[in-house]
């Protein structure tokens, strides 16, 4: 039953997530509505490993507005008032 609810975690999120893309794309050339696709990016730029047999490369970057802030609070609310 945990893996059930832990399951249904990841797809709410996920979902928010998307669906947050979905509706800033439809949003951003809407005046009133810019404001909802604010945001921000941060992360680590490229980290190089050279271990002579084997070349590693390592980024992490992510993008932050305020649809997918709003989109994630909705989802963990659905999910903790289903649970």
């Known amino acids: 039953m945990k893996t059930k ?3 249904l975690l990841v797809f709410l999120i996920l979902a928010a997530i998307v669906l947050s893309a ?3 794309t ?6 009133y509505l810019k404001w909802l696709t604010w ?3 941060f992360g680590l730029d490229t980290v190089n490993i050279d271990l002579s047999i084997i070349k590693l490369s390592f980024s992490f970057h992510m993008q932050v507005n305020v649809l997918q802030v709003v989109f994630i609070a909705a989802a ?3 999910y903790y008032k289903t649970r």
């Not at 439809?26 to 005046?31: C, G, R, S």
Request: proline share 0%; charged share 10%; glycine share 6%.
């Open 5 to 7: 609810n832990t399951f």
């Open 22 to 24: 979905l509706v800033a």
């Open 26 to 31: 439809i949003t951003q050339n809407i005046d």
């Open 39 to 41: 945001g921000d990016s």
């Open 76 to 78: 963990l609310l659905i």
